[in-house]
């Protein structure tokens, strides 16, 4: 096949193959609604999983996982921590090598706001220093490569990590590498004392200190690092506790998160931030008709909008009836949480998420 006609065909390939995957995970979807909220007894539904026959295999399967435990967290020794002896925490813009030093002995004494801000923090800044070694065996493979794609594919990288990493440029100016197993143990050390919010901002943030946010549109650009980085047991551990935490507190972040958790896409790990992808149309459909109600229609954005659209397409009415009244139960607690708690969403998406630690 001629060159020129091959990159005219592929993209309509490419977006039949994505179309027929779409398809698969919603119609593998289709079967009674499972919780997207607290308490399913509201609505008249139960709440009882389903019961698989316990087989020897099943027995033997279930005593094999539960012999790895959770990393145990490590509650702060009674009586270190008198907050009302510490002085205001020092502004967030101050550079961190300026502050370092402050923020350690907090955090070693179980200072939540601390220990949050100064491992997101610090990990931004040694996200930002690897970026900076990088960039130029970048830059040099976008200038030798025969692939138009690719060389654009790989320019797109080098400017969104530009873009973060310029506005770390301030903050982390002379910042050292740090030993993150001292960090992780120091993050297991004040998790008891920690708000869920707090914990939600390590979930809910990449390696360059960004948040991950429910993208508006189609073309917010390539992903960018999430692997887990120097805190994967925390993550592997606490993610979707504090994830469904949040959601109980009526946290609007938990909310976007939980959206990216059950994106009913193959191709949601890629298109999107979240480290972790448990795909689920019908938790998805929830979801996304929560925050339509809650915040606008507007809320969702192109990409959840067009998900939420064929998932509801491909269910059954009984099963889309019975789902929006729970949609409409877990709104009404919604709100009433909302009333005595207010929680909101940083409306500057560009803000380090270290910056947000005592919010």
């Not at 960039?135 to 973060?164: F, L, P, Y």
């Not at 440029?169 to 050390?189: H, I, K």
């Not at 339509?292 to 509801?312: F, R």
Request: aromatic residues 4%.
């Amino acid at each position: 096949m001629p060159p020129r006609r091959f990159r005219i065909l592929a993209p309509a390939l490419v977006i039949t193959v994505l179309a027929g995957v779409l398809l698969y995970w919603i119609t593998a979807g289709e079967r009674t609604p499972t919780a997207i909220g607290i308490d399913l007894d509201d609505a008249g539904v139960s709440s009882t999983p389903l019961e698989v026959p316990a087989s020897d295999a099943n027995r033997e399967a279930t005593a094999g996982a539960n012999r790895f435990a959770r990393r145990t967290t490590v509650a702060a020794t009674p009586g270190t921590l008198d907050d009302s002896s510490l002085p205001p925490m020092p502004p967030v813009d101050t550079p961190l090598v300026e502050v370092i030093g402050d923020l350690r002995k907090r955090a070693e004494a179980g200072e939540p706001e601390a220990t949050c801000r100064l491992l997101l923090d610090t990990s931004a800044c040694m996200e930002h220093q690897n970026w900076i070694r990088q960039r130029r065996m970048w830059t040099e493979r976008a200038t030798h490569t025969d692939s138009e794609g690719m060389r654009d594919r790989m320019i797109d990288v080098v400017a969104a990590n530009d873009e973060a990493s310029e506005r770390l440029s301030a903050l982390c100016e002379g910042v050292e590498a740090v030993d993150f197993d001292d960090m992780e143990r120091l993050l297991f050390q004040a998790l008891p004392r920690m708000s869920n919010r707090q914990r939600l901002l390590f979930t809910m943030s990449r390696e360059d200190g960004s948040l991950i946010r429910l993208p508006r549109t189609f073309n917010g650009g390539p992903p960018r690092s999430v692997s887990g980085g120097i805190l994967s047991q925390y993550h592997a551990d606490n993610d979707i506790d504090a994830l469904e935490q949040g959601i109980r507190e009526a946290d609007p972040l938990a909310l976007e998160g939980m959206l990216l958790l059950h994106m009913p896409m193959s191709f949601a790990k890629k298109m999107f931030d979240l480290r972790e992808a448990l795909p689920d149309p019908i938790r998805f459909s929830g979801y996304a008709m929560m925050m339509q109600q809650l915040y606008g229609p507007e809320s969702l954005g192109d990409a959840a909008t067009t998900a939420l659209s064929l998932s509801l397409a491909h269910m059954d009415a009984d099963t889309r009836e019975t789902l929006m009244q729970q949609v409409a139960t877990e709104v009404a607690r919604w709100r009433q949480v909302s009333l005595a708690n207010p929680k909101k969403l940083p409306d500057n998406e560009s803000l380090r998420s270290g910056s947000l630690c005592g919010g």
